[in-house]
């Protein structure tokens, strides 16, 4: 028999074991903005997580109203920006301030490989230049000196030449060698400021002939404005939205391509409205992986013009924008909240800084000295942090990199990851290590031209490492997949909020070629492509295995130089399109894809875009170099019944290789898959330690 007193003893223990557990504990964020100078929206905007004035970059201060490089401005008037490239001749003291800040080039910069640098230590051409030819007004004190654009026969004016780097330095011209004349590298003939309507509205320079992104400006008698980037108009009055994220998002103005962004709102595309604080520390939801975009201040990294001009971007390399945009106003991923953050994406605007051909060594370098003075960069050594670069060879040479700067995600689209994981630095020396053995005396395979030391150094250098970076897709002009050339190929229905959902139709026309290559050639420079196209040109070029003129001709294989205009055309009427590299990545998977044709791709140890998210071998053909010299072969033995089916591959997944997604583009989605994944990766361990390890 239970007592009384014992039986509501046990009913007491049964309820606590029985009680409805509770769903969620109190969450430990709790929103908490800050504010900033009452006048910072003026020409700033109120950044609530630091409590700053995010400023446009050449201006700076609780308000946005000084200048970081005064003698820059055109003007003193209140929110004006600097010129900064070299198109036309600048204030001697502009160059001194742009030489003075920190940020220009950084001491802390430094590379760690064999030879020389990847590029030049300072973020502004203008600095690079030796014995640049600059003004000063005699009778002005330092403060009054600007880049007003004088005629250059101003006898108010004295002309010196100066070298920036790695010091400032300058001497006087001769009065006798003082220029009468400024020729404009397009052409024109610069002509001072008040010459031009409202003089550019102190947003560009007047000139008389010459050209811009607009066309072509003849009349010998007539100025005009030729803008800063993101200005247009006769005086360049107008702010071209078209260059903001997210246009602003509807609560801003597109300024210099900087989101102006309304009282409360601030960050990429003024996306931003929340801030908040933790209790807890840095706590991320590992339920449901959440990404954090990194504000950066615009004097550390920020879309910026190309000498004096706009930074015409060719639309090929325009994936890092259209991530971003997307990213900015997914909020299904996307968190105001760092503390839950599982990765944190860094804007890095990387072309804008290197172009196609340069590398961004230094600019990760830069940018990543910035985030370890954040809180979150140190926590994981950086591995959930995610960079991009869509230059033409990605994040190579990370073998000769900083371990800081090796730990980031870096997305890219050039996927080449040699069999060697991390070089250490204390055998760069070693250069038998990168020349192994050549198959063939001199050359490295059958058919292939003469292999020299750049080439063999080139396909050796680290690039990716796929256990943590991810590569994308370029970014393909909407030509490509626009309904005049689209339709070609597709049919096509609408699906949920009228996005196009398409499916393979019947050929209008027989798809006659086998292969089809049109692309340019180098033939003295193998690491251009690795040696494939110069090797396939041979292969069908007089002379050649398959020289047209010769026995073994085979027709339905085309082998020519650039398509152009017709590349598209081309690619439809062929089964299989060839996918080599070019000088890194290579446009033609994406483009054989959209066009329905199967990639034969032959890249050796290159990942291609998405390769762990998107199954390859059942829409694409893989060849190694060493059976290039077999391709027909090897495609002759590709049965009818294989080929349909791998069309049918191509159909089902062409649109990863597209970025728009008004037409029905899901490279967007793939790329957030992979970045998921690279999460899970880095919470089970994956990821390749060097001396470090993930505490």
């Known amino acids: 028999m239970i007592r009384a007193g014992s039986y509501w003893r046990l009913l007491a223990v049964l309820a606590c074991v029985f009680a409805p557990i509770s769903s969620q504990e109190e969450s430990p964020f709790r929103e908490e903005t800050k504010s900033c100078d009452p006048e910072c929206t003026k020409h700033g905007n109120c950044n609530g997580e630091t409590g700053q004035c995010d400023c446009p970059f050449g201006l700076t201060g609780p308000t946005c109203t000084e200048r970081l490089f005064p003698a820059c401005h055109s003007s003193k008037d209140s929110g004006t920006t600097p010129a900064y490239g070299d198109w036309f001749p600048k204030n001697c003291i502009c160059i001194k301030q742009l030489r003075a800040f920190p940020g220009s080039c ?81 052409g024109g003939m610069l002509q001072p400021l008040s010459a031009c309507p409202d003089r550019c509205n102190h947003r560009g320079w007047c000139q008389i002939k010459g050209q811009n992104y607009q066309g072509g400006h003849w009349d010998s008698d007539e100025p005009w404005c030729s803008c800063h980037g993101y200005y247009e108009g006769k005086s360049c009055e107008i702010a071209d939205p078209l260059h903001c994220y997210q246009g602003c998002s509807g609560v801003g103005k597109c300024v210099h391509g900087w989101c102006h962004c309304d009282a409360g709102y601030w960050g990429h595309g003024c996306t931003r409205s929340k801030a908040y604080t933790s209790s807890t520390g840095w706590r991320p939801n590992h339920g449901d992986i959440k990404i954090y975009v990194y504000d950066l201040p615009s004097n550390v990294v920020h879309r910026r013009d190309f000498n004096d001009n706009w930074a015409l971007v060719d639309i090929m390399y325009n994936a890092e924008i259209e991530f971003v945009d997307k990213l900015l106003g997914d909020w299904s991923v996307r968190t105001e909240n760092p503390w839950e953050a599982t990765l944190f994406y860094v804007p890095t605007f990387t072309y804008w800084y290197c172009g196609n051909l340069g590398s961004p060594y230094f600019l990760i370098q830069h940018v990543t000295h910035h985030l370890r003075s954040l809180p979150f960069f140190n926590l994981t050594g950086g591995r959930n942090h995610v960079l991009m670069a869509t230059n033409d060879r990605g994040m190579c040479k990370l073998q000769e990199a900083p371990l800081d700067m090796q730990h980031s995600i870096k997305i890219a689209h050039f996927g080449q990851a040699p069999r060697r994981p991390y070089a250490r630095h204390s055998n760069q020396h070693a250069g038998h290590q990168l020349t192994e053995h050549l198959p063939l005396p001199g050359r490295r395979f059958e058919e292939f031209p003469q292999f020299q030391a750049q080439d063999i150094l080139e396909e050796n250098e680290i690039c990716m490492r796929p256990e943590k970076d991810v590569v994308v897709p370029n970014y393909l002009p909407e ?126 140890h290159v990942y291609q875009a998405l390769w762990d998210v998107l199954p390859y071998e059942d829409f694409s053909v893989r060849i190694s170099r060493a059976n290039l010299h077999k391709i027909v072969e090897i495609l002759d033995d590709i049965r009818p019944e294989q080929l349909k089916k791998l069309q049918e591959g191509v159909d089902k997944w062409h649109r990863a290789f597209y970025w728009d997604t008004k037409w029905g583009g899901l490279a967007y989605n793939h790329t957030i898959t992979a970045l998921k994944r690279r999460a899970l990766r880095m919470w089970s361990q994956d990821y390749r330690h060097h001396h470090l390890h993930l505490r």
């Not at 030509?479 to 609408?494: A, I, K, L």
């Not at 798809?511 to 193998?526: D, I, M, Q």
């Not at 205009?565 to 299989?576: C, D, I, L, N, T």
């Open 106 to 186: 950084p001491e802390y910069l430094k590379y760690e490989g064999q030879g020389g640098p990847p590029g030049g230590p300072c973020f502004y051409d203008i600095l690079m230049h030796h014995n640049l030819l600059c003004y000063k007004y005699k009778d002005r004190p330092e403060a009054d000196q600007l880049t007003d654009h004088p005629a250059v026969n101003d006898t108010a004016l004295e002309w010196f030449h100066v070298s920036a780097y790695p010091a400032y330095t300058e001497a006087p011209v001769p009065p006798e060698s003082w220029p009468k004349e400024h020729k404009t590298p397009d």
């Open 479 to 604: 030509g490509w997949v626009q309904p005049f050339n689209y339709d070609e190929v597709w049919e096509s229905s609408r699906g949920p909020g009228d996005v196009r959902v398409p499916t393979k139709r019947v050929d209008k026309a027989e798809r006659n070629y086998t292969l089809v290559f049109g692309g340019y050639n180098r033939p003295s420079e193998a690491f251009y492509s690795q040696g494939v196209r110069q090797a396939l040109n041979v292969m069908f070029g007089p002379g050649g295995k398959h020289d047209p003129e010769g026995p073994n001709a085979r027709h339905d294989f085309m082998v020519a130089g650039p398509f152009h205009g017709e590349a598209g055309r081309v690619m439809r009427s062929s089964k299989f399109c060839l996918a080599p590299m070019g000088s890194g990545w290579g446009i033609r998977l994406a483009e054989s894809m959209v066009s329905g044709c199967v990639p034969v791709i032959v890249q050796d």
